[in-house]
């Protein structure tokens, strides 16, 4: 099994930081790529960002500038640091993970956990 975990969601106001992590944890034999992602209430799921084992990013248009990713692939974790949050960032940010996962001995390719979702509101 595998496991997918945020945290760091909260309260902040307009203009601050606030920082998500989000840890895979399980039967993993290796993590291609993780991402945020994100949904406010009555919108799609959009994409706030990703990272490659290799530490290609990829961002949504609007958070460019703002939030940075990162990851420590020994813990397999990820980071996300938002700077400057404005109103319209307030969603649920839910995380990633694409593996390869063990299963008695094999592995299983192109596997994509995602995690419970953490609330980030931004609001004075």
């Known amino acids: 099994q595998v496991h997918v975990v945020e945290s760091g969601g909260g309260l902040v106001q307009p203009g601050g930081s606030l920082r998500l992590s989000c840890a895979a944890s399980?039967?993993?034999?290796?993590?291609?790529?993780m991402g945020w992602y994100r949904q406010a209430p009555g919108k799609q799921r959009e994409l706030v960002a990703t990272?490659?084992?290799?530490?290609?990013?990829n961002y949504g248009d609007s958070v460019k500038g703002r939030f940075t990713i990162s990851r420590d692939n020994a813990k397999n974790t990820v980071y996300l640091q938002m700077n400057s949050l404005k109103p319209e960032d307030t969603a649920v940010y839910y995380c990633?993970?694409?593996?390869?996962?063990?299963?008695?001995?094999?592995?299983?390719?192109?596997?994509?956990?995602w995690g419970q979702g953490t609330q980030v509101t931004v609001s004075s």
């Open positions: 990272i490659t084992s290799g530490g290609n990013t």
């Open positions: 399980g039967s993993i034999f290796s993590i291609s790529a």
């Open positions: 990633n993970a694409d593996l390869i996962e063990t299963l008695g001995g094999s592995l299983l390719p192109g596997n994509v956990y």
